[in-house]
C-alpha cells in the first residue's frame, strides 16, 4: 500500500529496493499516483511532459501560485462587515473599477464613489430608522458599529461611515480585482499552451 520495502520503513536509507514509481515520487514531489496513471497511459504521459516542461509552463506560474492565493484569502475576508452589504460591496467596487478612468483609481475617487452608491437616506443610521435598504447596525460588527456610533444621540456617522468603508475595503478588493484579471490572463495562456500542444501534434 505504501509503495516501498520493509527496510526502507524500518529506516534505510538506501532507496534502491524501493520500487521506480517510489524513487520517482520521492525525488520529484510528483504523487505517485499520477506516476502510475503515466505509466500506463501514453497519452497523458505525453501532456504532462509537454505542460510540465519549464519553457512552457513558467507563464503560468510566475508571481501567480495557489499559496499566494490562499493568503489573500485568509487575509481579505472583511469580518467587520455582514450580509447584504459585505456581498454589494464587491459589486460596488467592481462598478467603481469599470466606470472609472485608470488614472483616477484611487482611495479618494473610491470613497465619492460609496457616498453616491449608498447615500444616506437609504442606510438606517439609528435603531429607529425604518424602511431603509441597509440597517448598518446589522451590516457591521458591533465593535466597529459601537466605534462609528456618537454616544450622545447613538446615532451612526454618516461621514465616519463611508470614510471607514472607503479604507477598509479599497485596498484588499483592489486586490481581488487584480487577482481576477490575472486569473483571466492565465486562462488566456493556458488555452493558447493547449493549442500549440495540438498544433504540435499535428
Not at 8 to 13: H, I, K, M, T, V
Not at 69 to 95: G, H, N, R, V
Amino acid at each position: 500500500m505504501l509503495d516501498c520495502n520493509v527496510g526502507y520503513l524500518l529506516g534505510a536509507n538506501d532507496l534502491l529496493e524501493s520500487s521506480p514509481v517510489s524513487i520517482a515520487s520521492h525525488y520529484s514531489g510528483i504523487s505517485p499516483e499520477i506516476i502510475r496513471f503515466a505509466k500506463d497511459n501514453n497519452d497523458y504521459l505525453d501532456f504532462l511532459n509537454y505542460f510540465m516542461h519549464p519553457d512552457r509552463c513558467k507563464k503560468l506560474f510566475n508571481k501567480f501560485i495557489l499559496s499566494t492565493w490562499k493568503e489573500y484569502t485568509i487575509e481579505q475576508e472583511l469580518d467587520a462587515l455582514k450580509e447584504p452589504l459585505k456581498k454589494d460591496m464587491y459589486d460596488i467596487f467592481e462598478k467603481f473599477s469599470a466606470m472609472t478612468p485608470i488614472e483616477q483609481l484611487n482611495i479618494d475617487k473610491y470613497r465619492e464613489f460609496l457616498a453616491y452608491e449608498l447615500p444616506e437616506n437609504n442606510l438606517a443610521l439609528t435603531s429607529k430608522d425604518k424602511n431603509k435598504h441597509y440597517d448598518i447596525k446589522k451590516c457591521l460588527s458591533a465593535e466597529k458599529y459601537n466605534e462609528l456610533t456618537s454616544s450622545q444621540d447613538n446615532k451612526l456617522n454618516y461621514n465616519k461611515f463611508i470614510k471607514f468603508l472607503a479604507n477598509y475595503t479599497y485596498e484588499p478588493l483592489n486586490e481581488k480585482s487584480l487577482l481576477e484579471k490575472q486569473k483571466y490572463h492565465l486562462a488566456k495562456t493556458f488555452l493558447s499552451l493547449v493549442d500549440n500542444y495540438l498544433m504540435d501534434e499535428e
